[in-house]
């Protein structure tokens, strides 16, 4: 009896200490930023947002559309400016190093992000015919949360969730993590608002967000304007290298598909 009280206990010390550490260093457990750098002779613009510098790798300037792209966490975004420019040559694409990424200061935040992404949507709106939005993973809420705040002609989500905190809540079942999350990225919440044509590319073997995820997303928009896009081989890292993948961005995103 005594054995097993005491083997009770270390089992609890051990939940809660895991629970502790899940709790204080849950920032650090979902930013990790790549180192600064990127690709030699890109362009570049710095934007100003709360006092820091955001950096983002311009690609194909010129070009009558622009696209916004936000990636996913520990991606290097200037290495995806070379795939958009050949697949959407109508379109000059901005990459955002986020907040603490890559060349832009500050530390990373849900609030953060939140903020400087309208900072370099507002910092180059008035130039193009149309402005389209592209989210990987983390960045998807980033890209539904600007979305929801300002006019975008076309959204792309690719192998997005419906909220960290659902896919948290799956990958540690034995915890309260609704009430243990401060950053949350509830997209769900805000998928009424969105009024853009929006593609959501679901990756059949993704282990890191399960597809489940955004089927909800995706349910829970207009059905007049969102279209699923599933490719059933792809994991979560190998989406965007896909055939079918570049096919349906290309299609979605071509100059005669323009909003009116």
């Given at each position: ?33 790549p180192r600064a750098g990127g690709l030699d002779g890109a362009q570049t ?208 995103l071509g100059p005669s598909r323009q909003t009116p």
């Amino acid at each position: 009896m005594r054995t097993l009280k005491r083997l009770l206990g270390m089992g609890l010390a051990v939940y809660l200490g895991f629970g502790a550490y899940l709790f204080a260093f849950q920032e650090s457990l979902m930013y990790h930023p790549p180192r600064a750098g990127g690709l030699d002779g890109a362009q570049t613009l710095r934007i100003g947002s709360d006092g820091e510098t955001i950096n983002v790798w311009r690609f194909n300037p010129g070009a009558p559309h622009a696209l916004i792209y936000f990636g996913g966490n520990a991606e290097a975004v200037a290495y995806q400016g070379d795939d958009f420019t050949t697949l959407l040559p109508h379109a000059t694409a901005y990459l955002v190093d986020y907040r603490g990424y890559g060349a832009s200061t500050g530390e990373p935040s849900e609030a953060a992000f939140y903020r400087d992404a309208l900072a370099v949507y507002d910092a180059i709106e008035g130039r193009y015919d149309a402005v389209h939005v592209v989210g990987r993973s983390l960045g998807t809420g980033v890209a539904t949360y600007l979305a929801s705040r300002r006019p975008v002609d076309r959204l792309v989500l690719v192998t997005p969730y419906d909220s960290v905190a659902e896919v948290a809540a799956a990958l540690y079942p034995a915890y309260p993590v609704s009430l243990m999350l401060r950053e949350r990225y509830d997209s769900l919440s805000r998928a009424a608002d969105l009024t853009a044509r929006t593609l959501v590319v679901l990756a059949g073997q993704d282990r890191v967000v399960p597809p489940e995820h955004g089927r909800r997303l995706a349910a829970a928009m207009r059905p007049d304007l969102v279209s699923v896009h599933e490719i059933p081989e792809a994991s979560h890292y190998d989406v965007m290298d896909r055939p079918s993948y570049r096919d349906a961005l290309r299609v979605f995103l071509g100059p005669s598909r323009q909003t009116p």
